[in-house]
């Protein structure tokens, strides 16, 4: 793509962002534009629409990666089986270093630590399998047992300014919690290292995603000895993490906000912003062979191990990245609570109702796990 098209294309996105913004707002019979709510959510919409305009088009123009023909092995392999079978029990933690640190008043470890995911020979054979270092992000208190938090961050996040979002000092002093954030491949600490994640290769994420998936399940198993109750969050693309994890494993309460259906799909829901250029990328992430092989990586499709009542599903009303269809399908799915944000993908972050319902979880979890000791 030549650089006049591209800075076309760029500036006709970010012009258009307002008037998409008011467009998605104005279509629902809840916005009244004179309202100091109603104001709040435009401008939510737009730092959404913001935030989808300077991560498609601020990074390279997307390309080809692989064709369909090029899935078949991994279709052949990976579409008779399930989530439980085509993810291979973890190895054991095993810590290479840890280094204290601080962010403003927090203080916090980062964990690092070799893993391979195992995958399937399929995915291995692609050059997207072996060992990787992983990290996690601990903030911890004392030796005693305490209920623990892992939070599986979303696209563009992993460093550790998320600890302060996420209100870990709130969350350890008020609710009594240990927190643990794993860094997902290609993101804060890991963003120069192997393997890239997430990209346009339709098999690379659903590899990356397993790897997820495998590095957060040990990272749950090295904590349980120590934790008095173990919750696993995710947002937006570390949604579907969360759920498999807490489908995979013995977890007292799992919690998503914003969840996506599938990271390869959502990506392709976002890149007609480049035009027909691209047409054979979306025409590849959305195809019925990429969707069978992510078959194994599909949150939609499994049940967690904690009970309805320590199940909650955040979704934003007005998201304009993830929409609002997979909380609302999640919902149908795994019963539970499922809170509405009023705003949108980004706002949530930020709204005092979604903490509101976060701690009401965590609180439950607690308790239940209290009442068991008892």
């Not at 623990?148 to 979002?165: E, K, M, N, S």
Request: proline residues 7%.
């Amino acid at each position: 793509m030549r650089a006049s098209e591209r800075a076309r294309l760029i500036g006709r996105d970010f012009a258009g962002v307002v008037p998409r913004a008011h467009a998605a707002v104005a279509g629902s019979n809840d916005w009244k534009p004179a309202s100091q709510r109603g104001a709040r959510q435009l401008g939510e919409v737009v730092l959404d629409e913001l935030a989808l305009s300077g991560m498609t088009l601020t990074a390279p123009p997307p390309k080809l990666e692989r064709t369909i023909d090029a899935c078949s092995a991994a279709v052949d392999e990976l579409s008779g089986l399930s989530v439980a079978e085509a993810n291979a029990e973890p190895e054991p933690l095993r810590i290479k270093s840890v280094r204290r640190r601080r962010i403003g008043r927090l203080a916090y470890e980062q964990v690092r630590f070799d893993h391979d995911p195992r995958l399937p020979q399929s995915l291995a054979a692609e050059g997207l399998g072996g060992p990787a270092t992983a990290v996690v992000h601990l903030c911890r208190t004392g030796e005693d047992q305490r209920p623990w938090l892992v939070w599986v961050h979303g696209a563009g996040q992993g460093q550790p300014i998320d600890l302060l979002f996420s209100r870990a000092r709130r969350i350890q002093d008020e609710l009594g919690f240990n927190i643990a954030l794993p860094v997902q491949p290609g993101h804060g600490a890991r963003r120069n290292s192997w393997p890239a994640y997430p990209n346009m290769d339709p098999l690379n994420n659903v590899a990356g995603m397993m790897r997820v998936v495998s590095e957060v399940r040990a990272v749950v198993r090295w904590l349980r000895p120590q934790a008095s109750a173990i919750a696993v969050s995710g947002v937006s693309m570390g949604s579907p993490v969360a759920a498999l994890v807490a489908h995979l494993e013995k977890v007292d309460g799992v919690a998503v906000y914003t969840p996506i259906f599938g990271l390869n799909s959502m990506i392709a829901q976002h890149l007609g912003r480049w035009g027909p250029s691209v047409s054979e990328t979306i025409e590849l992430l959305q195809s019925d062979d990429v969707a069978s092989v992510a078959s194994v990586v599909d949150h939609l499709d499994v049940e967690p191990t904690p009970s309805p009542p320590r199940r909650l599903i955040v979704g934003a009303w007005h998201d304009r990245m993830a929409m609002r269809d997979p909380a609302q399908q999640l919902h149908e799915r795994w019963g539970g609570e499922l809170y509405w944000h009023p705003g949108s993908h980004v706002g949530h972050l930020f709204a005092g109702g979604v903490q509101r319902a976060s701690e009401r979880f965590l609180r439950g979890v607690s308790e239940q796990a209290s009442r068991t000791r008892e």
